[in-house]
């Protein structure tokens, strides 16, 4: 089954969003010292960049985000990865955690992409840590769903998602996207694909699974 067209109600949405964002306080309130310093599936980012950049939107009045993207020279890539680093030295892990779950009820959204993708950008990085440091934790159904639901081309583009001639299918419910080669895997880990990262080895079958292969630490 391909993406479909209806809307979820914002408030499903917004209720999506505030429950993920303290389930993965929780986890990272969690974690070890040593996990925290693990790099993860965002290139180049720990845990802690990560969970940095997950909390900015809270942090960064628009004022101050605009003068960041300036001494960036208005590269929004160069702007979020000089903030990651730097305020995941400024803050404690624990400081990191709490702002997480603090603001499970923020209304903040990226630029583009509406509520939904307010949703995406918490699972995404969610799993960008859970993923690489093998807790096996499992984003609800209807979460991914409503992110599967809004994924199209202009997705895939604008994280570099390379998946021409290629069909992936969820084998723990019922969804596909694309035509080509089938690659198979859980949903939430089809939906990483679709966000530009790469996997651990065992999270994918089919005989193009080794090109998605993330880099051994």
């Known amino acids: 089954m391909g993406k479909t067209t209806h809307r979820r109600p914002a408030a499903d949405i917004r209720a999506a969003i505030a429950a993920e964002r303290r389930e993965l306080a929780a986890v990272l309130d969690g974690l070890s010292a040593e996990e925290w310093d693990a790099p993860t599936l965002c290139g180049g980012w720990r845990v802690r960049e990560v969970a940095a950049h997950m909390t900015m939107g809270f942090r960064y009045p628009l004022a101050k985000t605009a003068r960041e993207l300036i001494r960036a020279r208005g590269s929004l890539h160069r702007m979020t990865d000089r903030c990651a680093r730097k305020d995941a030295a400024a803050h404690s892990t624990r400081e990191l955690a709490a702002l997480l779950g603090d603001n499970a009820d923020h209304p903040w959204r990226p630029p583009v992409g509406g509520i939904e993708a307010a949703l995406g950008h918490d699972v995404i990085h969610g799993l960008d840590i859970t993923v690489a440091l093998g807790l096996g934790r499992r984003v609800p159904e209807e979460r991914v769903r409503i992110l599967l639901e809004r994924l199209d081309a202009r997705t895939l583009k604008f994280f570099g998602a390379d ?55």
Do not use: M, V
Request: charged share 25%.
């Open 163 to 217: 998946l021409g001639g290629i069909e992936l299918r969820a084998d723990d419910l019922d969804w596909s996207f694309g035509t080509g080669t089938p690659l198979s895997g859980a949903a939430q880990d089809l939906l990483l694909l679709a966000y530009g990262r790469r996997l651990p080895s065992g999270h994918l079958r089919g005989e193009l699974r080794d090109r998605f292969l993330a880099a051994q630490a």
